[in-house]
């Protein structure tokens, strides 16, 4: 129903930014919340950032909170990850998702579990 593609990923220096984009060809895209992951090799995938729907409510992780911002244009069909300030513990392959549920209590946004995964995009950062 939903194929989600990523792209804008690359070798970029210490210090750099990179803006990673998610683009989906189903005509309900904006029905969905769509998550930003990563994974490194030997390591679990981590949740990165997820956006609901309309855009109007987002999660960004702790350990990038203030570095990366999630963000949408449905016009578009596409999701994306800004990335700033970037080291080498930034460097995985990232992917973007479904989100299957989110939660919206106390005013706390919270995607819950991930399907229709894209390829992913390697993010390698290095001098």
């Known amino acids: 129903q939903l194929e989600l593609v990523e792209s804008g990923g690359g070798l970029v220096q210490p210090g750099g930014a990179l803006r990673l984009s998610c683009e989906g060809s189903g005509v309900t895209f904006g029905n969905y919340g769509i998550g930003w992951l990563r994974q490194v090799p030997g390591k679990e995938r981590e949740e990165v950032a997820c956006i609901s729907g309309s855009g109007r409510q987002t999660q960004v992780a702790v350990g990038v909170k203030g570095r990366f911002t999630i963000s949408r244009d449905n016009a578009k069909k596409t999701v994306y990850l800004q990335m700033n300030n970037l080291s080498a513990e930034d460097t995985a392959v990232y992917y973007c998702?479904?989100?299957?549920?989110?939660?919206?209590?106390?005013?706390?946004?919270?995607?819950?579990?991930?399907?229709?995964w894209g390829q992913g995009t390697q993010v390698t950062v290095s001098s």
């Open positions: 998702a479904v989100a299957q549920s989110i939660s919206s209590f106390g005013g706390k946004f919270t995607c819950n579990g991930f399907d229709s």
